[in-house]
Structure formats: C-alpha cells, structure tokens
C-alpha cells in the first residue's frame, strides 16, 4: 500500500468554522507533512512531523494547527480562516525527514479547501 | 527566494515530439526530485537525482544535474496526450532541527497535443 489517503476531497467553510483535514498512510513512513498549494502556484511547505513530533513550522498562521495523533495520521485543524486560505491542501509522507537516503515523498491527492 | 525557476513556465506540443524543462536555484542543489501533478491534485515523484550524479534515466524520462549551475532538466521522449501535466522539480534543503524541507520549483506546465 503506497497511499496516502486524504479526507475531505473538497470543503467549504466559513470565517467563523471550526474544521478539520486529516490525512492517514500506513506505509511506515514515519515523516509527515502539510503542504498548502495555490492555483498555478507550487507547493508550499506549513508543517514537517518527524517520529510524530513537530520539526518544521514555516511561520505558518496560528489559525492553522497541525497535530499528529500517531505515526500514522495527521491532522490540521483549521480555525477562523480567511478568504485567501482558500487552495489546495496537500499531505505527503516520506520514510524520515533527516536523511537523503530516504527523500521520496508520497503525496495525497489534497484538500480542496474554499473559505467563504 | 529559495524557490526554484523553472523555464519554460509552459509548453505546448505534439505527440511524439521532445519536452525538455529546465530548473534553477541559487542556493546550492543537495538531491534535486521531479515531481509531475495532474489537474491541481495530488504529485508524483517520478525521479531523483543525487548531488553526485550527473544523469539519470527512467523509462521516458531522463534528467541532468549541474551542480556548478545549480540547475537540472527533464526531457520527456516520445511524448503522449497522458504526459500533459504540470512539472516541479524539488530541491532538498537541510535544516538546523536535523531535518530537510523540500523546496519546490516554479512548475512547468506541459500540454501534449494527440
């Protein structure tokens, strides 16, 4: 199994929601990552757990709060957003995040997240 | 900007015909991946090449390294309608924590005409 599963394909909210993407491997990958994407735009990089701790905040608005319940899930839980959070959410997991030995990256295929 | 450039930003061609993409960083190249996204969903790693390799190949696909440039490319031979898709290359940076974050380039998007 080379998945990375990613729930909910598309969600809608509003400013004042409270909401949740998850995204869950059981590759044994033990690095995982969150990734936000605009339209034409690359991949940008919010969030590195590595062995379920937190390794990289890219100054990522606290609105936006990563969690990882254990080595196989990853949450982002997701709070009073504005109109320009709006894009493509994007979870990835890789064997470790400390080595090149292992870089490849799996990547889900996203959170369409619209904030109204 | 750590990001990388990629150029060209988007190509159109028929089927059967060579693309070629090319990608630049100005900070230094540790292992440089390329990445192939359909359709703003998810991305594919379709191929990595290690700071002490100078080419490799997978099937169609084969990819150069110039770390004294500080820049790689992608040729896609015999292209097909499939092929159409956007392109990143991905540089690895090493960070302080002990870990690395992947730095994405400006994508090439890649249209096949069949």
């Known amino acids: 199994d080379t998945e990375v599963t990613q729930t909910p394909k598309h969600l809608v909210m509003g400013m004042t929601n409270k909401k949740s993407l998850k995204c869950e491997q059981h590759m044994g990958h033990r690095a995982m990552y969150w990734y936000k ?52 959410y994007l979870c990835a997991s890789s064997q470790d995040s400390g080595s090149f030995r292992n870089t490849e990256a799996f990547f889900g295929q996203g959170t369409r997240l619209t904030v109204v | ?26 900070t230094s190249i540790n292992n440089l991946q390329w990445y192939r996204q359909n359709s703003g969903r998810g991305l594919v790693h379709l191929i990595l090449i290690r700071s002490n390799e100078r080419e490799k190949h997978s099937g169609r696909l084969r990819v150069t390294l110039d770390t004294s440039k500080k820049s790689s490319s992608l040729l896609i031979t015999a292209s097909r309608a499939a092929d159409t898709a956007s392109y990143f290359c991905a540089n690895l940076l090493l960070i302080n924590t002990g870990g690395f974050k992947t730095i994405f380039g400006a994508g090439t998007r890649l249209f096949v005409k069949a």
């Open chain 1, 37 to 88: 994407q605009k339209a034409k735009k690359p991949p940008e990089l919010m969030f590195v757990y590595s062995y379920e701790k937190l390794s990289i905040n890219e100054s990522v608005p606290s609105r936006f709060s990563p969690e990882c319940p254990n080595s196989s899930l990853l949450n982002l839980h997701l709070h009073a957003l504005q109109p320009e959070d709006s894009a493509l």
């Open chain 2, 1 to 26: 900007s750590q990001q990388g450039e990629e150029d060209p930003q988007a190509l159109s061609i028929q089927e059967g015909e060579n693309a070629t993409m090319n990608c630049s960083y100005k």
